[in-house]
């Protein structure tokens, strides 16, 4: 068996080669000796490990690999809990501390493998076991939160003595950075507030706990992506502020509260409600649980991060501050974590005023990295959001050079289709344009580019892209609509029932003709509409600026006035099958309307959404979260003075 070997922070496989050594080769007899007992401890034959350690008294302590693992070694490694404990009752406390060839004892290897029980037992065998380091310099606890055991993990940070993860020790900074990463943030922050210089110290990759949380977006609700009605079910979830921490007791139906006898019969009735409504929520809707666990980590992410801007706010050294602040909130900005930048800001405001590799600040990166939230932080900047702007990096790019960078192919992708990512394009660059002075407009950089001129030099890709785009999905829905119009145009001459002798349809007095005939005009007149929009798009020009507007809007037009003509024919079948059928089968009706909303529905669901998207991101409130202007001005507010001769 072979230890871990995790340096600096990584993780490694647990087995490597070892080197021959005169040693080993004087072992390889003993070994062969003890064979079967290797067999039986790693294949989980309880009864021939008991048998064969009846018969060798001293097999216990005896090396059963060229790497000095013993029986209980190989036993924690492969996760057998009853060979384990038999083989710990079998042993004395100093038997189970013995380390293998590279330093692992027994508890290191559990840690490894993650089985809970197996931890149990050799902890309350010997509790010396949680203090003794590998040849890496790692206590058991800080192998377990490399390896992402959860429920280990929180056993042995309560079983480990709180003074090994000490500040001046590493295991304290390697179990707060690997916590981070592995989301267990209750952890965390219960070792921040029992330690709080631990937040401003460095691991062995001198990574520290604030640019780690820096690197989870999905720590905070901006970097979390939710469906409408979990977003819904998101709100209404309260949870108590005290269930962030480590040892709060309570669940989704029990909030945390004072003792029951102090509150009111009011309070407590609401109580018991409370729990009858989450209880049954959590039955109608399979999520719920998922979503409360998700915003319990987003309160406990939050908690921990204000602990660690709590504390390094106290720190005298500015040099030492800059740089533990710099290097975490511009892997903030890449990421998008509005809420880690403002709770940042809110300890140390001065960093709006820091700088990148190449001179860059937050608000540059974020246009560069097309992050809409933390942009749209400039506009409460006050008078500083002037001067901000106005800056220019080290290739004299401005601010509006960053936007006319093409977009990181990562966010590009959430954008359904490259119109609409041309589109994204255009409204990030306009919403810079509004925010430089005029003069930036035409400034040119160390390329002699302005930064019109360098937009349409990284963009003529997508354009050409966003062109094919448009005109593939306006050819696909050309066909159908011209078979809508065609079938519609037909049917005005081949009404159900035929004409009678003079030319008068049959069915001219009745309710469900003039449903037909309606039905028929609209499906008629929106198809051809439809297709009029399709033909505008495949014979429309294709510049910057129109897939701004112009282009998603005839799109929108065409795939809006299509679905209704497509579900107004379904009407117009419908009603002619009820017309000739239900004199003869009373009930047609019922299986009629089924069969007719399923084409509707199904095309609803395959291409409403993308209609609803080009709409939002065409006429909708936009992606960036600007200041309202007012609907109108106050007549208060004019001059009253007058001209005096």
Known sequence: MRPLKATDGDLAHPYRRSGSSEEDKDSKDENFRYLALYKAVDSGDLEATKKFLDQHEGALSVSLSADGDTALHIAVLAGH????????????AKEVAIKQKYGSTTLNFAAIGGVIEIAELLVKKNRELLKI??????????????????????????????????????????????????????????????????SIAEDTDKDTALYMLAQKPSAFPSGTQL??????????IHIHSQ??????????ERPLEGSTHRRSFTKRALHQLSQIF???LKLCVPGITSIYELKLTHLQAKKLLTCICQEVSYLEDETKLEALIKKAVFEGVKQGIVEFVTEIMKHYPEVVWFYDEKDRNIFFVATAERQEKIFSLIYKMGAKKNSMATHWDRDFNNMLHQAAFLAPSSLLDRVSGAALQMQRELQWFKEVESVVQPKYKEMINN????????FSDHHKKLVEQGEQWTKEAAE???????????????????????????????????????IFIISDALSLFTSTTSLLMFLGILTSRYREEDFLQIVPTKLMVGLSMLFFSLATMMITFGVALFMVLHERIAWVSF?????????VTLFALLQFPLLVEIFLSTYGPGIFDKPKKPWFRSGLNRSSTRCVR
Not at 227 to 236: D, N
């Open 591 to 599: 299986p009629i309307i089924l069969l007719a909303s399923l084409p």
């Open 278 to 280: 989450w209880k049954g």
């Open 243 to 252: 269930k962030a921490f480590l040892n709060a007791s309570g669940d989704i």
């Open 227 to 236: 469906a409408l009605w979990q977003r819904w079910i998101y709100k209404c």
């Open 476 to 514: 696909s829905c050309t066909v159908v609509t011209a078979l809508i119009v065609t079938i519609m145009f037909s049917a005005v001459f081949t009404v159900p029932g035929g004409y009678d002798n003079s030319g008068v349809p049959l069915y001219l007095n009745s309710n469900s003709f003039m």
């Open 133 to 198: 380091t590998n040849d890496h310099d790692q206590i058991p606890l800080v192998v377990a939160t490399l390896y992402g055991h959860r429920e280990l993990v929180q056993y042995l940070y309560i079983e480990t003595p709180i003074e090994e993860l000490a500040p001046t020790k590493n295991h304290g900074s390697i179990l707060l950075t690997t916590c981070i990463m592995d989301e267990f943030y209750d952890i965390a922050l219960d070792l921040v507030q029992r330690y709080p210089l631990l």
């Open 447 to 454: 390329h002699f580019k302005t930064p019109r001129a360098l």
């Open 81 to 92: 809990v009853d060979i384990v404990e038999e083989l710990v009752g079998r042993m004395s």
